[in-house]
């Protein structure tokens, strides 16, 4: 049985590990595969404002990248992307005559973009394929969505609507399911283009504009950190008085290694998609280490439990002419085979359990992944180091007795006091007090993200897509009849929804002050009753109205940042100066703060403005009838729009999805501290396994003596109980800093609250009182008779 439980143990751990290495790989190797991907860097900007925050960016201004080639020759090339995503919604079809489709990460790049970052081309050539205007190269995924299974290289797509469509040439089709690339484009459209790609090419302005993400590839052997000790005079050189008349009191750039972009990200927004963090995957290994290691304890305390079983064969071998050494080589034969066969059993585990690990982390895993060369070497190293730190005790142990005192049935195996198989079992608890600790912190705070009041309803609403001239034209329309279909309230439109980040931004100042001393505040274009349909209380002045030109409704947080008072904020004007001309921006209306962004961030200054050109159409129900309601919005859509799909969301749902991470952390967390309290309970069942073993004789003497069955398992478990104590005082500390640390990332969070410690000491105690007890009433209730015979 023991031999059972302790595979058992191995098994767990083992799955366990190999689930987090698998997915640790994977999310490792981004951009490695260009060519001399180590030379390749993003330049990245912390633009400095005094005493205001600093704004830390992934991007630059358009006319960087060029610059640094032109200056410095260890810049052998350089290449510019935008996100178009940020601008529109980027419509795309085959030809006016079919639906279209919203795809994002739709890339405006330099020609020489490909020199940079080698995809594989699967049709065309990446050679001259965007050194024209209107040019476009599909991923193999869109050309398949689009065109089917045919050659696309020639064809055309029109990509926006209306007045603002463009028709592009395919001249290459790319793999973009073999590479991993913090990139991870959709199509790319040449720089060129007419439009905002104009605007990039043309643009000289070093301090404003940060949107483009800048590329820089060094020649062979370049001093990188030589040329980033160059930057702050280059950005003087080019570009000072721009800084000082955009209020920017210092500009810093930074060279960003692309193999480190997916992996060390934090602290830069605007991110061109989504990126992983390092610290989330080394708590991830720090996860998987602490389980195998807790796995390699119950080894130990279980093989040193039967010790005493087996201590007539070492008696014997040793009689015989074993030596300790070879002892000890079998011993550890032994745990290094039991290792090993948990390794093999846990590999078509880990394959079936693939499915849930996807879904738990959104990820794409297949059995391929864990067949990884990387991966098998690495498991079966775990495997062998398991297998000899859970064995080298025992051996130690078991190879140390003496032949004479076994074969005269005087032995009990013992180390010390037993004071190292305690320390094991206290360490088991430190670490599953702490994980029942952070579980139920996690939980708290991503509960405290769903229920916080955000300043806006969230619930009962659905966002359409927009975003093309057709939409914006046939709006009125399209809002009155949504307006009759039952169960719709109201119906308003705007640039951002809810669970987007609001990008744009205006430096602006108060008439009187310094145009220099610019305040960063976000910007939003909404319609009349956005306010309404969102549930945002106006606090002062008025809704938008038809006439408004540049008049804006701001929240608190811009009056804060300005020191308006509130009862003079309608009538106060707020400028922002633009190619020498001061453009004003009346204050008709205030707003309660509300969140814009997540909770990770302080609500920051925000003005929105009537916008007649939105991405998103808002529609507040009251039904349960979800879906009559979509079905209705949906005929109510094609029978005004023939030029945009049918795509909606749900806000709630989206807002939910801001904080995907915190959610997966917490199931991630609850399954592990599920297991390592699982291996704990092994471990304390090993324990008191060996102590009833120690303690047979006199647990045989008290019973004839009168002792109750209480007694005796008071006995066994009283010691138990002051380990978990001990263990509680341990932890408490451990997991108040690290949880303390982790709610740093939030700017909104909980508050760590005393019951948290006292519940998770209580379900440890619990936990392990019920482990220890079945094996202490097995003790108690046993023939004395056997236990005191002559043997």
Not at 59 to 69: D, F, R, Y
Not at 189 to 207: R, Y
């Amino acid at each position: 049985m023991l031999t059972g439980i302790n595979l058992f143990g191995l098994i767990i751990g083992t799955v366990s590990c190999l689930i987090i290495l698998i997915y640790v790989l994977n999310q490792t190797g981004y951009d490695q595969h260009f060519d001399h991907a180590e030379n390749i860097y993003r330049i990245e900007t912390v633009n400095g404002r005094g005493d205001k925050p600093s704004f830390n960016t992934a991007t630059t201004s358009p006319p960087i990248a060029p610059a640094l080639k032109s200056d410095f020759p260890e810049v052998s090339e350089m290449t510019r992307i935008v996100l178009t995503d940020l601008f529109n919604v980027n419509l795309i079809r085959a030809s006016l005559e079919v639906d279209g489709y919203y795809e994002p990460r739709a890339y405006l790049a330099d020609s020489t973009v490909f020199k940079i970052f080698q995809f594989h081309f699967i049709e065309g050539s990446p050679i001259g394929a965007l050194n024209s205007p209107n040019q476009t190269v599909l991923s193999a995924t869109l050309a398949k969505k689009l065109f089917g299974n045919k050659s696309v290289v020639g064809k055309t797509v029109i990509w926006g609507s209306g007045a603002e469509a463009q028709t592009l040439t395919i001249t290459g089709v790319f793999d973009d399911e073999s590479t991993k690339s913090h990139l991870n484009p959709n199509y790319f459209v040449s720089m060129t283009t007419p439009g905002m790609g104009e605007f990039v090419s043309t643009f000289q302005n070093f301090a404003t504009n940060n949107f483009v993400y800048s590329y820089i590839k060094l020649i062979p052997d370049a001093d990188a950190q030589n040329l980033q000790e160059k930057l702050p005079s280059f950005i003087q050189k080019h570009g000072k008085k721009q800084l000082e008349n955009a209020g920017m009191v210092d500009k810093k750039l930074f060279l960003k290694k692309i193999t480190d972009i997916h992996l060390y990200s934090e602290g830069r927004d605007n991110q061109i998609g989504t990126v992983s963090n390092i610290k989330y995957l080394y708590f991830l290994l720090a996860l998987a280490f602490f389980i195998q290691l807790v796995a390699c304890i119950n080894f130990i305390n279980l093989s040193t439990a039967r010790a005493n079983q087996r201590a007539k064969e070492i008696g014997v071998r040793k009689v015989v002419g074993a030596g300790k050494g070879s002892l000890i080589r079998q011993f550890l034969s032994e745990s290094l085979l039991l290792s090993l066969i948990a390794m093999l059993i846990s590999i078509p585990i880990a394959i079936l359990l693939l499915p849930l690990v996807n879904e738990l982390t959104l990820g794409s895993l297949s059995y391929l992944n864990i067949f990884n060369w990387k991966v098998l070497v690495l498991l079966l190293s775990i495997s062998t180091l398991t297998g000899l730190l859970a064995g080298i005790y025992p051996a130690i142990i078991l190879s140390s007795i003496k032949p004479i005192q076994v074969l005269k049935s005087a032995v009990q195996i013992q180390s010390g006091n037993g004071m190292f198989r305690k320390a094991l079992v206290v360490f088991q608890f430190v670490i599953s007090i702490s994980l029942i600790v952070s579980v139920i912190i996690i939980t708290q705070q991503f509960k405290y993200t769903q229920s916080k009041d955000l300043g806006f309803n969230k619930e009962n609403m659905v966002a359409l897509r927009a975003g093309t001239s057709d939409v914006t034209s046939k709006y009125d329309a399209i809002k009155s009849n949504f307006l009759n279909i039952p169960g719709v309230v109201s119906v308003a439109s705007g640039r951002y929804a809810p669970f987007e980040t609001v990008l744009n931004d205006n430096g602006m100042y108060l008439p009187g002050k310094n145009p220099q001393d610019l305040t960063i505040v976000r910007r939003n274009g909404v319609s009349k009753d956005y306010f309404n349909t969102m549930n945002i209380d106006l606090l002062q002045g008025r809704d938008f109205n038809a006439t408004d030109d540049n008049q804006i409704i701001v929240n608190k947080a811009t009056l804060k940042s300005f020191n308006i008072p509130e009862d003079k904020a309608l009538s106060t004007i707020l400028l922002q100066t633009h190619d020498e001309v001061v453009y004003e921006y009346p204050i008709v209306g205030v707003v309660d703060d509300y969140h814009f962004t997540t909770l990770k961030d302080e609500i920051v200054p925000l003005f929105l403005h009537l916008d007649n050109e939105p991405n998103w159409v808002f529609v507040k129900f009251k039904t349960d009838d979800y879906k009559q309601l979509v079905s209705n919005l949906e005929s109510t859509w094609k029978k005004n729009i023939d030029t945009a799909p049918f795509t909606y969301v749900f806000v709630d749902k989206e807002v939910e999805n801001l904080y995907a991470q915190e959610q997966r952390l917490s199931k991630i967390c609850t399954v592990f501290t599920f297991l390592a309290i699982l291996i704990s309970c092994l471990g304390l069942f090993g324990l008191v396994s060996y102590y009833a073993e120690q303690k047979k004789k006199e647990i045989g003497i008290r019973k004839v003596l009168g002792a109750s069955v209480q007694t005796v398992v008071k006995l066994l478990t009283k010691d138990f109980v002051v380990l978990v104590i001990i263990a509680f005082v341990i932890a408490t500390p451990l997991a108040y800093l690290a949880m303390h640390n982790w709610l740093e990332n939030f700017t909104y969070r909980i508050d760590i609250s005393v019951w948290v410690f006292i519940l998770a000491g209580i379900g440890a105690l619990l936990i392990a009182l019920i482990t220890v007890s079945f094996q202490a009433i097995k003790a108690a209730i046993a023939n004395p008779i056997n236990s005191l015979r002559t043997e």
